[in-house]
């Protein structure tokens, strides 16, 4: 059930995608009651920095609303970069999936070739995918969803490189989404863009949502198993 006090659940996308991949989770957050919206940004030509800005400023028109944020992927850095850089704003909690806050071992691999340069574009430039994010010390509760389902990107990129460390999603590792100050972590077996799909996931958000930590019980692990 939404909160009592209201608000809204904005939805940021990854590297190479645009809003549009947010829509399943979206319809299932606005089914549980909530008011969504959706920050579209330009990932490959801007940095981090930039894009956080630019989120920082579509967050504004909310001003005076419990602010909420669902990421995936590289969204996520954009995030948590717009919170650490703008305190000020009233975000009560967000939810983080598949994010990589460690540097990216498949946006490293891809950064030494030209075509994956211009493939990642600015995100891998400063406080990109390629670095590891400073640990979370803010109030807003932040909540780290990883996905265990070994099929992606890394399927290629393991042939001329070292292998992620697993588990992992395809894309991205568990080990590098548990950045030290989050309030809670948990792990589904789903690949890097289908946890966007995910019931599991959608429960576990609108669980963190709520209550500012995830449901750990059995029923749950039997919806998550594979």
Known sequence: MADLQGGIVVFIHGVLMSGR????????????GWQTAVFDYPSRSQTVAENAAALADF?????????????????????????????????????????????????????????????????????????????????????????????????????????????????????????PGISDHTTEHHSHTLLLYSEYVAIQVIHFIDFGFFKHDECLSALNSP
């Open 59 to 179: 967050l504004k028109q909310f001003d005076g609303q419990p602010i909420y944020l669902v990421a995936h992927s590289s969204g996520g850095r954009v995030c948590l970069r717009c919170l650490q850089d703008h305190p000020e704003l009233k975000v009560r909690r967000f939810v983080a999936i598949g994010t990589p806050f460690f540097a990216s071992a498949v946006a490293q691999t891809l950064s030494r070739y030209r075509l994956g340069r211009w493939l990642l574009g600015q995100s891998i430039g400063e406080g990109g995918l390629t670095t590891d994010c400073a640990d979370w010390q803010g109030e807003t509760g932040i909540g780290v969803i990883a996905g265990s389902n070994r099929i992606g990107v890394s399927n290629c990129t393991d042939r001329f490189s070292r292998p992620l460390a697993r588990p992992h999603d395809g894309t991205v590792t568990v080990a590098s989404t548990r950045l």
């Open 21 to 32: 991949i947010m829509s399943r989770l979206q319809a299932r957050i606005e089914h549980a």
